[in-house]
């Protein structure tokens, strides 16, 4: 069945450096969405990509979307503690774009 | 500004025991999801119905039925529940071709 999968599951990192998680596809994805869950909280929507190779950006986030829409990423930089929780990527399930499978997340720790 | 409301909040079951966890949208969305969060295992969608009179399921059904009551108000319910029905368990609702939102959770311990 389809995959999605993230990495790194979990990283922490110290304020003010830079962030990455990257998100794969075993299919070509028609687009892709991302994800912010605080703990204890509920996701919530970010951001949705579309076009092969876009690039998007929400103050210090840049999201991507690869050029064979199979993977995607999300950059933060300059971490701040507001950036604590977990990303995921979510991609159109088979058999037709209103569901959305998600990644396992990577849960983002930031030290001050 | 309500967005998508669960309850409760807040259950625990014993095992055999049935439930419906009520979610319902304000947004006048079509589309309308459950999902089960477990540590370390992301998302996984239970069921799901495009539109108001249709439902399906995702990739974990079993031990699960939903009933999409009308186009504001899609119900969960789990007929015998099991311990490893333990979970966190989220409604979303989206219209079409945008991102989800999410209400804020029923947290369910079976014990």
């Known amino acids: 069945g389809q995959q999605v999968m993230q990495i790194p599951q979990y990283q922490h990192v110290q304020e003010g450096e830079d962030f990455t998680t990257y998100c794969n596809s075993s299919?070509?994805?028609?687009?892709i969405q991302w994800y912010k869950q605080r703990p204890g909280g509920h996701p919530v929507f970010l951001i949705q990509?579309?076009?092969?190779?876009e690039v998007k950006k929400q103050k210090r986030l840049t999201f991507q979307f690869g050029e064979a829409k199979k993977n995607s990423s999300l950059h933060i930089t300059a971490t701040q503690t507001t950036d604590v929780g977990t990303y995921f990527c979510?991609?159109?399930?088979?058999?037709?774009?209103?569901?959305?499978?998600f990644g396992a997340g990577t849960r983002l720790a930031v030290h001050p | 500004n309500a967005g998508v409301t669960q309850t409760p909040k807040f259950q625990v079951l014993k095992t055999g025991q049935s439930m419906t966890l009520q979610c319902a949208q304000d947004?006048?969305?079509?589309?309308m999801y459950w999902y089960r969060q477990d540590p370390g295992m992301g998302l996984r969608l239970i069921y799901y119905s495009a539109s108001e009179g249709t439902t399906d399921k995702g990739e974990v059904p079993n031990g699960y039925n939903v009933s999409r009551l009308n186009k504001r108000e899609f119900s969960l319910r789990l007929e015998s529940a099991a311990p490893s029905q333990t979970s966190v368990y989220f409604c979303?609702?989206?219209?079409?071709?945008?991102?989800?939102?999410f209400g804020s959770g029923t947290r369910l311990t079976v014990v």
């Open positions: 990509l579309v076009k092969s190779g």
């Open positions: 947004m006048n969305h079509n589309s």
């Open positions: 299919t070509t994805l028609s687009n």
């Open positions: 979510a991609g159109p399930g088979s058999g037709g774009y209103n569901k959305l499978i």
């Open positions: 979303a609702s989206r219209p079409t071709g945008y991102g989800y939102t």
